[in-house]
């Protein structure tokens, strides 16, 4: 079986991006309402909406600047790391969140059933059509998963504290 190249799938990562972040959109706020107690943060429901806005956005624009420069420009590797921020995703905390509360977590759907296969594919043509390479891809898919995930950690803190 002969894979889509990666300039012809990397126009669909933010509509796969938005596919996700719409289904943790529609069930997150009730869900994070519903288990207040259980979490160590629980912003509220425009908090949440505003990220995932921000996220889906910040998704066409990164892919529509790795279009526009192509391979190994900076907008590429930040696409890979992107990729691999959706990757992570799926294991944390798609699915551990799933089998602690031993119930459907908002997200977990989409993360499984589009974003792990979407997301591995995506990432390995990256490499094979060499618009990402070496040390350079490494780097990229630890450090942008790093950044996406602290940023949204300090943001809801930031909300959390404002709130209190």
Known sequence: MK?????RMQRLFPVVVALHNGEEAFFMPKWVSAHRGQLPLHPPADAILLGLLLLT?????VTHLSVQKGEQSVWAYLLFGSAAA?????????????LFFHQYTPGVLTAVLINLPFMSVLMIQAVRDHWVSGIRALRYALLVPFAIGGSILVSFAILWKLAH
């Open 86 to 98: 959706m990757l992570m995703n799926v294991f944390v905390p798609h699915i551990p969140a799933t």
């Open 3 to 7: 894979l889509p190249s990666f300039r």
């Open 57 to 61: 956005f910040a998704a066409f624009a």
